[in-house]
């Protein structure tokens, strides 16, 4: 496994650019986004820096009179890190660290590293680490002296070979190991999914931290890890679940993100596959979050990458007791208050274009509505499925 960020806390800054079509305050919330990823990842954000570019630039990501900005900052802050909102190219990078002298982050790397601290499993270890040796290959230079050798003796190393074209046949090797050792596992996951029976597939999906985990716990009565931090749950989790006698197998995913680095799309496919194999998608959604309708469009997006297109869904909005804690003055009168919900409601279920139900998890509020809505969902899928049967228990 590669390394991870230390878990003493580092003094990091943030970078971003915006670009033509944003506004400040969408870049704001971004950031606000990538300080929670630092957050989870053990650093602390002691500052933000953005810079109006149509493109980045690109020898510094970043314009000559910004960059000596974030260097004289850096100096006085003794700043460790500097973490760039998007992912940029080893030649930035390296460029970065020689003018900074500190170490240079951008998204993709904090949340490959996020992932490799919260992987637990042999599956997601495995998928976390090709992710992280596909990102990494293309910034060999200076990165690897320290990489154990597994290659050597005689007839492996020809005269004169550098180190890095060592270092290089090396993680080659290792991507090749572990996408053959991928194929066996998710041979066995399909097993595992084919032997589920004839019950229907209802999976849960969202953006990360949206409350899926707690929604799993309540529905199925488990115990699954719901934290308020950004991909607390790696590993696909099935539960059996029976509302009103109607069993059904029940899936918490791997939650989507914003700008999801690619290789880590690929490598967590299989787990996708628990999305992409499901009768019904359940998208959980965090009304309280002021960017929830770019995270819906995440969410839609990424399941359309994946084809997840002709499955009926139910979007569930979590967390309204926080969303009327921000949006309703609590001196407002009760029926003005029950007036505006009816109001947004209404907007969201037109705008989805979906059945949409709206809850509170750790509240427990709408719990009822939410298992009904469900459960008639399901004997609706077992009723297409088994159209000659009478009994669906």
Same mark, same amino acid.
Request: with cysteine.
């Given at each position: 496994? /590669?390394?991870?960020?230390?878990?003493?806390?580092?003094?990091?800054?943030?970078?971003?650019? /915006?670009?033509?079509g944003?506004?400040?305050?969408?870049?704001?919330?971004?950031?606000?986004?990538?300080? %929670?990823?630092?957050?989870?990842?053990?650093?602390?954000?002691?500052?933000?820096?953005?810079?109006?570019? $149509?493109?980045?630039?690109?020898?510094?990501?970043?314009?000559?009179?910004?960059?000596?900005?974030?260097?004289?900052?850096?100096?006085?802050?003794?700043?460790?890190?500097?973490?760039?909102d998007?992912?940029?190219?080893? !030649?930035?990078?390296? @460029?970065?660290?020689?003018?900074?002298?500190?170490?240079?982050?951008?998204?993709?790397?904090?949340?490959?590293?996020i %992932?490799? $601290?919260?992987?637990?499993?042999? $599956?997601?270890?495995?998928?976390?680490?090709?992710?992280?040796?596909?990102?990494?290959?293309?910034?060999?230079?200076?990165?690897?002296?320290?990489?154990?050798?597994?290659?050597?003796?005689?007839?492996?190393?020809?005269?004169?070979?550098?180190?890095?074209?060592?270092?290089r046949?090396?993680? +080659?090797?290792?991507?090749?190991?572990?996408?053959?050792?991928?194929?066996?596992?998710?041979?066995?996951?399909?097993?595992?999914?084919?032997?589920?029976?004839?019950?229907?597939?209802?999976?849960?999906?969202?953006?990360?931290?949206?409350?899926?985990?707690? #929604? #799993? +716990?309540?529905?199925?009565?488990?115990? &699954?890890? !719901?934290?308020?931090?950004? %991909?607390?749950?790696?590993?696909?989790?099935?539960?059996?679940?029976?509302i009103? @006698?109607?069993?059904?197998?029940?899936?918490?995913?791997?939650?989507?993100?914003?700008?999801?680095?690619h290789?880590?799309?690929?490598?967590?496919?299989?787990?996708?596959?628990? !999305?992409?194999?499901?009768? &019904?998608?359940?998208?959980?959604?965090? !009304?309280?979050?002021?960017? %929830?309708?770019?995270?819906?469009?995440?969410?839609?997006?990424?399941?359309?990458?994946?084809?997840? &297109?002709?499955?009926p869904?139910? /979007?569930?909005?979590?967390?309204m007791?926080?969303?009327?804690?921000?949006?309703?003055?609590?001196?407002?009168?009760?029926?003005?208050?029950?007036?505006?919900?009816?109001?947004?409601?209404? +907007?969201?279920?037109?705008? #989805? +274009?979906? @059945?949409?139900?709206?809850?509170?998890?750790?509240?427990?509020?709408?719990?009822?509505?939410?298992?009904n809505?469900?459960?008639?969902?399901?004997?609706?899928?077992?009723?297409?499925?088994?159209p000659?049967?009478?009994?669906?228990?």
């Amino acid at each position: 496994m /590669i390394e991870t960020l230390p878990q003493l806390e580092e003094r990091a800054v943030l970078v971003a650019l /915006i670009r033509d079509g944003q506004t400040t305050q969408q870049v704001t919330e971004y950031l606000d986004e990538l300080a %929670f990823l630092a957050e989870t990842a053990g650093a602390i954000t002691i500052n933000r820096f953005t810079q109006k570019m $149509q493109h980045p630039d690109v020898r510094y990501f970043v314009g000559s009179g910004k960059l000596e900005e974030i260097r004289q900052y850096n100096e006085i802050a003794e700043i460790s890190t500097v973490i760039i909102d998007d992912e940029i190219s080893p !030649a930035q990078q390296r @460029n970065l660290e020689a003018e900074l002298k500190c170490k240079i982050l951008d998204r993709t790397s904090l949340i490959l590293d996020i %992932f490799a $601290q919260r992987a637990k499993t042999a $599956q997601a270890r495995a998928q976390v680490e090709l992710a992280q040796l596909q990102y990494l290959l293309p910034r060999l230079k200076g990165l690897w002296t320290h990489l154990e050798r597994q290659r050597g003796g005689i007839g492996m190393r020809g005269p004169g070979e550098k180190e890095i074209e060592t270092d290089r046949r090396v993680i +080659n090797d290792k991507i090749a190991k572990l996408k053959q050792d991928l194929v066996v596992l998710d041979k066995q996951d399909e097993t595992r999914r084919k032997t589920r029976g004839e019950l229907v597939r209802v999976a849960l999906v969202g953006y990360t931290n949206v409350g899926k985990s707690t #929604m #799993m +716990n309540l529905l199925s009565k488990s115990d &699954i890890l !719901a934290e308020n931090i950004l %991909f607390a749950t790696l590993d696909t989790t099935v539960r059996k679940v029976v509302i009103d @006698n109607m069993p059904f197998l029940l899936s918490d995913t791997v939650g989507f993100i914003r700008k999801l680095p690619h290789h880590l799309v690929e490598s967590f496919k299989s787990t996708l596959d628990e !999305a992409k194999e499901s009768d &019904i998608i359940v998208h959980v959604v965090d !009304a309280s979050h002021e960017n %929830f309708r770019d995270q819906i469009d995440v969410v839609n997006q990424t399941l359309a990458d994946l084809k997840v &297109i002709e499955q009926p869904r139910l /979007i569930v909005f979590n967390k309204m007791d926080l969303y009327k804690e921000k949006h309703f003055d609590k001196y407002l009168p009760e029926d003005v208050k029950a007036e505006l919900l009816q109001e947004f409601e209404k +907007n969201m279920s037109h705008a #989805m +274009n979906s @059945n949409c139900v709206f809850i509170s998890a750790t509240e427990k509020e709408n719990l009822e509505t939410l298992r009904n809505i469900m459960a008639l969902m399901v004997q609706d899928m077992y009723h297409k499925r088994y159209p000659y049967r009478s009994n669906f228990h």
